[in-house]
């Protein structure tokens, strides 16, 4: 007999996916425009192939489309210690004082009040404890965000080997509230041409702020500093993939009053509340009570939805197609309804027809989620 499987769980999530099917390069890049993807939307008994020009058709007057605001940050600085040591530092969470949970190589430098300097001193920061193993606080100044731009690399997925010409290509056009250190990516697509249309067919955008954690292990992040520049003392290689099952880390999020009440005056009038990217789902979610009613609100969030989450909110979900045995995925499949379409839909619609992978790649609308009432 079979065990039963644990549709909580990500490594019940796998399938195969060929290394081709990962798109590498932003559309810009290959000729075309953000918009150059397909969209499978999928409805509660069928599914649809078409364009992600089409999105505006699956909308009407009255709904709202949520985004996530956030925009990236470059995140992995490279400096010295005031003792003259080599330092390079991984960015990740940016803190509402300014200050950042970082990761710091090599460790032998990581003390409390630990100076440092990036850019013959344009930037300088200073270690101030360490909130959990291998996670510390660093006070920048300037602080947050502002000095990070031409100093700082940015930090890209193990899958795009060539950064994009253009590092607007990793930004969504609405990008607006720098602390981000990853891409909410479904929202990459979207042209301005396409928000207009929204609006002129009567669809409120509504922005919402969740900034994504790019965090993964110390252990990857000394490798990748070994890839990068010459090895620091105590590099070691990376922690096998895929991460544990678990809350994910913490994120900083903020819906604004202004959001809160688009988003419940568009739930009264009638209209359907369309969210893009799993970032501003997770951020809805954590700020919406069992009605349905959102609530401004701002802080830190490690809701983990997979199936058996009862939805509070959106009736329909803009995301990408997402990697094995990612969160993502879980999230997707609690939208689905279950693991077990979820898997089918990539087995027998995503996979057969290339789609292709990632924030570069194809869309998925899943249209049929009927909100808690």
Same mark, same amino acid.
């Given at each position: 007999?079979?065990?039963?499987?644990?549709?909580?769980?990500?490594? *019940?999530?796998?399938?195969?996916?060929?290394?081709?099917?990962?798109?590498?390069?932003?559309?810009?890049?290959?000729?075309?425009?953000?918009?150059?993807?397909?969209?499978?939307?999928?409805?509660?008994?069928?599914?649809?192939?078409?364009?992600? =020009?089409?999105?505006?058709?699956?909308?009407?007057?009255?709904?709202?489309?949520?985004?996530?605001?956030?925009?990236?940050?470059? *995140?992995?600085?490279?400096?010295?210690?005031?003792?003259? =040591?080599?330092?390079?530092?991984?960015?990740? *969470?940016?803190?509402?004082?300014?200050?950042?949970?970082?990761?710091?190589?090599?460790?032998?430098?990581?003390?409390?009040?630990?100076?440092?300097?990036?850019?013959?001193?344009?930037?300088?920061?200073?270690?101030?404890?360490?909130?959990?193993?291998?996670?510390?606080?660093?006070?920048?100044?300037?602080?947050?965000?502002?000095?990070?731009?031409?100093?700082?690399?940015?930090?890209?997925?193990?899958?795009?080997?060539?950064?994009?010409?253009?590092?607007?290509?990793?930004?969504?056009?609405?990008?607006?509230?720098?602390?981000?250190?990853?891409?909410?990516?479904?929202?990459?697509?979207?042209?301005?041409?396409?928000?207009?249309?929204?609006?002129?067919?009567?669809?409120?955008?509504?922005?919402?702020?969740?900034?994504?954690?790019?965090?993964?292990?110390?252990?990857? +992040?000394?490798?990748?500093?070994?890839? /990068?520049?010459?090895?620091?003392?105590?590099?070691?290689?990376?922690?096998?993939?895929?991460?544990?099952? $678990?809350?994910?880390?913490?994120?900083?999020?903020?819906?604004?009053?202004?959001?809160?009440?688009?988003?419940?005056?568009?739930?009264?009038?009638?209209?359907?509340?369309?969210?893009?990217?799993?970032?501003?789902?997770?951020?809805?979610?954590?700020?919406?009570?069992?009605?349905?009613?959102?609530?401004?609100?701002?802080?830190?969030?490690? /809701?983990?939805?997979?199936?058996?989450?009862? +939805?509070?909110?959106?009736?329909?979900?803009?995301?990408?197609?997402?990697?094995?045995?990612?969160?993502?995925?879980?999230?997707?499949?609690? +939208?689905?309804?279950?693991?077990?379409?979820?898997?089918?839909?990539?087995? =027998?619609?995503?996979?057969?027809?290339?789609?292709? +992978?990632?924030?570069? $790649?194809?869309?998925?609308?899943?249209?049929?989620?009927?909100?808690? *009432?």
């Amino acid at each position: 007999m079979e065990a039963a499987v644990d549709d909580r769980r990500r490594d *019940s999530y796998g399938f195969d996916l060929p290394d081709e099917r990962i798109a590498r390069q932003p559309p810009e890049e290959r000729g075309g425009k953000r918009s150059d993807a397909r969209l499978l939307t999928v409805h509660r008994d069928r599914v649809e192939h078409g364009r992600f =020009d089409d999105l505006p058709r699956h909308l009407r007057a009255g709904d709202a489309f949520v985004v996530n605001n956030a925009r990236v940050v470059p *995140s992995v600085l490279r400096g010295a210690t005031s003792d003259g =040591d080599e330092v390079a530092v991984q960015l990740f *969470s940016p803190m509402e004082d300014g200050s950042w949970h970082c990761m710091v190589a090599p460790e032998r430098v990581c003390r409390r009040g630990a100076r440092l300097t990036f850019g013959a001193g344009a930037l300088t920061g200073e270690l101030r404890h360490e909130e959990d193993e291998h996670v510390w606080r660093l006070a920048l100044e300037p602080p947050g965000a502002a000095g990070l731009e031409g100093l700082a690399e940015y930090l890209y997925p193990y899958y795009i080997e060539t950064p994009p010409a253009d590092p607007a290509s990793y930004q969504t056009v609405y990008a607006s509230r720098p602390g981000s250190t990853g891409l909410p990516s479904a929202g990459r697509h979207l042209t301005r041409e396409l928000l207009d249309e929204l609006g002129a067919l009567g669809v409120k955008v509504v922005e919402v702020t969740l900034y994504i954690a790019v965090r993964g292990t110390y252990r990857g +992040f000394c490798k990748r500093v070994w890839e /990068i520049a010459r090895p620091f003392p105590g590099a070691v290689p990376p922690h096998p993939w895929p991460a544990p099952d $678990g809350p994910p880390q913490p994120e900083r999020y903020e819906v604004t009053l202004a959001a809160a009440d688009a988003i419940n005056e568009t739930r009264r009038g009638g209209g359907r509340i369309v969210v893009c990217g799993t970032s501003a789902l997770r951020a809805l979610e954590t700020v919406a009570d069992a009605g349905g009613r959102v609530y401004p609100g701002s802080g830190w969030t490690s /809701i983990l939805i997979a199936p058996g989450h009862r +939805f509070r909110v959106a009736d329909a979900f803009l995301t990408n197609l997402h990697m094995p045995m990612s969160s993502e995925l879980l999230l997707t499949a609690a +939208f689905v309804g279950s693991r077990e379409r979820t898997l089918e839909i990539y087995r =027998d619609e995503v996979l057969p027809r290339d789609y292709a +992978f990632y924030e570069f $790649g194809d869309s998925m609308l899943i249209a049929g989620q009927a909100p808690v *009432s």
